[in-house]
Structures are given as C-alpha cells and as structure tokens.
C-alpha cells in the first residue's frame, strides 16, 4: 500500500522556520513528480510547491517564493519544503502530493490528477 507521510509540522512565531518532509513508499520514486498543498478551514487547498523527478526544475506560488524551499532525495524517497520568514498566513494543514511523470516536467498546479496524498502536517504560525 503507498503511502505519503509528512511531518515537521509545529508551532512557530512569526519570522521564524520549519522544514517539513513527506516520506513515500512509492515504488519506483524517481519517476514522480511531487508537490507540496496547503488548506486551511472552508478554503480549498492550494499549490505551494512542485519539483520533478531529478529535482533541476522547481515552483512556487508567489505568496512564498523567496521563502520556501522544495527539494528532494530519491534515495531516501523523501521530499522537503523549507519555510523561512513564517508569516501568520501561511498557518494551515500541509499536505504532500505524488503524480506519476516519468521523465517529464512538473505536477500540476491544482489538486486534479494527482495519485497520491499524504495526511497532512499542522503548521501554525503564532503572531
């Protein structure tokens, strides 16, 4: 059975840092394209993050670009989001999400198609 597992999740103030990671028993790892999802109460969940398969092509949304990072290690089939400089918007549930691509680019920018999802990780950011 796959399985996504995030964690990292936590309380933290403004300004401050959290590196979360999705560990997948994905067989065959290097082939999928994997991003990173955020939803809070009564909103829909949104893109934060997407990487490919070897990691030399990244995304951002622009509420977090020069904050976040997403990076990966096929090795140890796991995927990470860096968040620097944590604002009080950015509190929600993370989620890790997998879609199979092979050599090709990344995922898409919306919850549609992709095959796999973690539980998700509480991130909250204290003012």
């Known amino acids: 059975q796959v399985q996504l597992v995030e964690s990292g999740g936590g309380l933290v103030q403004t300004g401050g840092s959290l590196r979360l990671s999705c560990a997948a028993s994905?067989?065959?790892?290097?082939?999928?394209?994997l991003s990173w999802f955020r939803q809070t109460p009564g909103k829909e969940r949104e893109f934060v993050a997407g990487i490919n398969w070897s990691g030399s092509s990244t995304a951002y949304a622009d509420s977090v670009k020069g904050r976040f990072s997403i990076s990966r290690d096929n090795a140890k089939k796991t995927v990470y989001l860096q968040m620097n400089n944590l604002k009080p918007e950015a509190t929600a549930v993370y989620y890790c999400?997998?879609?199979?691509?092979?050599?090709?680019?990344?995922?898409?920018?919306?919850?549609?198609?992709?095959?796999?999802w973690g539980q998700g990780t509480q991130v909250t950011v204290s003012s």
């Open positions: 999400a997998a879609l199979r691509r092979g050599a090709g680019g990344l995922g898409p920018r919306t919850t549609y198609n992709y095959e796999y």
């Open positions: 994905l067989r065959s790892f290097s082939t999928y394209a």
